[in-house]
Every structure is written in C-alpha cells, then in structure tokens.
C-alpha cells in the first residue's frame, strides 16, 4: 500500500512569491493534516481538511491556505512568502469518521525554502 | 489549552544503554497519546500509541504508559542499538479534535 506522497522534495522561492505544496493521501484516508517544522520551533498544526471541507486551521495567517480536492488529495498555497516561512512543510492522512480520532500516517514532507 | 513538554535533547547513550525520554502533557478531557520518530533524512513515523489512562503501548522494544495521575507518557526502551539513532516527538490528540499537539522533539544518538 502506497504512503501519504508530497511533491515537490524542495521549493526554492524568493521573498513575496507564491508557494504550491501538494499531498496524496493513502488510498481510503478522507482526512488530509499540514504540519510546519520551523527549525527552533518544532511541528505546528496548520490545517486539516476532511471530505474536501477545511475542519481547523492553527494559529497561522491567512496567507496559508489550502484546499481538499475530491479525490482527496491537497494543496497548501502560502502567498506573501517570508524568509520565516522557510521549513519542512509535511503532510499526514487519516480515515476519519465523526468525532473519533485516528491516528496520523505522515509523508515525507517539502522542504521550503525562502531566500 | 494543549500542550506537551518533553525532555530536552540531545541525548547520547552508548549501544545497550536504557532510554528514558521524559513527556508529559497539559489537555482538558481524556486525550491519546503518541510517540512518532524521525529517522535521519526521513517522515515521522509512528511508534506507539496509548488512547486511556493505564495504556500501554508498545513497538521495537519501545515502551510507553499513559499515566494521568502525573499527565506523563515517558519513552523507555531497555537496550538501544545504533539503528535506534533518531529525533523523538511526544504528541497529543484532543478528544474529539483531530490536530496533534506535539513536544519540541529530542534527538537520541547511540553510539557503538
């Protein structure tokens, strides 16, 4: 069974560009999570998207967005890009169903970076 | 709000060595609680779970039990091997929410 996969491996942009992250999910998981991994600031929740709805969002501005398509795959979109914004942006899959909780099959992330 | 404390890194133990990375955690209700490792140059991996109080969860020789009397969910492992050269995250899961909360991550070298 494939993994959760992201594309592109490493994003290199200038500051004010545009950034374009994508995830697949595993096969049968509705439930697709974005992670920031800043070095010095560790892994912070920074949105999920479940049945192509966005769920909850972390304390991020709006700049981050993002969208679930019906496939189920993602895209994380960061505008405005500052040099701060340079991290491991990883992706994780979940099934979800109501309130329940599963756990989360992580990808191997986009290394973004902002010069 | 949620949160999770974990041991301050990095450690270094020598193979055979026993491994104690201690977390613990600050949530309302009753949450899960994780252990997911990176190895170099790789994702997060899940290694154990525990969804109540007294749970243990196990993987790879890798211990860890849900204490809510101390909100803790230390790793421990009896005997490391160099393949075991990793960062440690501890992470939460609300009940009911779907977000992890994770720790700062504690990098652990073993060395032959």
Partial sequence: EAGVTQSPTHLIKTRGQQATLRCSPISGHTSVYWYQQALGLGLQFLLWYDEGEERNRGNFPPRFSGRQFPNYSSELNVNALELEDSALYLCASSPYSGAQSYEQYFGPGTRLTVT | ??????????????????????????ATGYPSLFWYVQYP????????????????????????????????????????????????????????????????????????
């Fill in chain 2, 41 to 112: 140059g790789e994702g997060l991996q899940l290694l154990l779970k525990a969804t109540k109080a007294d749970d243990k969860g196990s993987n790879k020789g890798f211990e860890a039990t849900y204490r809510k009397e101390t909100t803790s969910f230390h790793l421990e492992k009896g005997s490391v091997q160099v393949s075991d050269s990793a960062v440690y995250f501890c992470a939460l899961v609300q009940t009911g929410a779907n977000n992890l909360f994770f720790g700062t991550g504690t990098r652990l070298t073993v060395i032959p």
């Fill in chain 2, 1 to 26: 709000g949620n949160s999770v404390t974990q041991m301050e890194g990095p450690v270094t133990l020598s193979e055979e060595a026993f491994l104690t990375i201690n977390c613990t955690y600050t």
